[in-house]
């Protein structure tokens, strides 16, 4: 908050408190709104001088600590919502109102038809805690779990791209893809086609999802072929349009301890997801499970022992991934040597 300082008073100083933003100590002003006016100040050089630009914004919100927005909050309150529950929407709606400023900035300055936004957060939301009030473990519903788990309710995030005159408007992409498609895909929306890395590229570009992908979509939808939310998650594009197989194999390994005291759909696990399927790997109990993501979103119903060899497959693709990444695992006390790779077990 800025009357603390945003976690700066003297002695009281942690590694969450934020830097750089002494101009708005004491000013009321919350740090969602600071930092958006910050962000603004970055572009206003290169728009003048008619130069590209990347802005990176990553708000603190909606992040703990859940420190109210005044600005929002007292509807929530009225509305009947607990203290923890009112904080926590005032900063949605603080964070929404930094996009809309951010859109508003680029409309006025007349680049917003030249300019893409990428809109994504980190991980699924933090269920574990009070924070925001409500039961743990449920704040992510019909979602299991949160950050930190393989679950969706952990890895199942907003990702929207508004490119103007090639992003065909108001349609929704039921492509899995995941983090690492981020930065081929801006690259290719920059026309950067000549680079290396050190690193290999394990992701993908979203480039023709976005373009070709959402074109064909739109015009489902004119059809009428999707009208439902349902259908349109099960609306399939295929990799000949969008250049993305709706059916590669997406990787998640978390061979971690999160906290401190044992969390049983969080710690030790690993998944892959490849089209509907998805195989969970707990290796803690080196149990497999199955689920099928269209029919079952929350992740309630194990197949496994009802489709054994689509476990095989999908633990045979998890265990050949890893073991090409050379990915850690956790260490058995007893033995000393690593866990199992899934389709070893």
Known sequence: ???????????????????NM??????????????????????????RRKQPFYLYFAHYSNHTPIQRDERFIRKYLDAGMDEQ?????????????????VLDYL??????????????????????????????????LPLREGKASVYEGGIRVPLIFRWPGKAAEGT??????????????????????????????????????????????????KRGEIATQKEANAFVVPASVSGVDPERELIFHYPHQYRVEDQ???????????????????????????????????????????????????????GDRLRAWKAPMPTVRATGKPVPMPDEL
Not at 85 to 101: F, I, N, T
Not at 123 to 138: A, I, R, V
Not at 179 to 203: R, S, W
């Open 1 to 19: 908050m800025p009357e603390e300082h945003f976690g700066n008073l003297p002695k009281r100083g942690t590694y969450a408190s934020v830097q």
């Open 22 to 47: 002494s101009q708005y100590y004491g000013s009321g002003i919350h740090l969602t709104e600071a930092l958006t006016l910050e962000a603004l100040k970055t572009l206003e050089d290169p728009i």
């Open 85 to 101: 529950q009112a904080r926590y929407a005032s900063m949605v709606e603080g964070m929404d109102k930094s996009l809309g400023d």
């Open 107 to 140: 409309e006025a300055k007349g680049i917003a038809d030249d300019t893409i936004i990428l809109f994504m957060s980190d991980n699924g939301g933090h269920c574990l805690g009070q924070d925001k009030g409500g039961e743990p473990h449920t704040q992510n």
């Open 172 to 221: 929704r992409l039921n492509t899995p893809v995941i983090n690492e498609d981020i930065f081929p895909t801006i690259l290719e929306m920059a026309g950067v086609k000549h680079y290396e890395t050190v690193q290999e590229c394990d992701g993908l570009s979203l480039a023709r999802l976005i373009t070709a992908g959402s074109k064909m979509v739109a015009k489902a939808q």
């Open 264 to 318: 049983d759909d969080i710690d030790f696990m690993s998944a892959v997801r490849k089209g509907d399927w998805k195989l969970v790997y707990r290796m803690h109990t080196g149990e497999l499970e199955l689920y099928n993501l269209r029919d079952d979103i929350g992740e309630r119903n194990d197949l496994a022992a009802s489709h054994p060899e689509r476990v095989a497959e999908l633990a045979k693709a998890l």
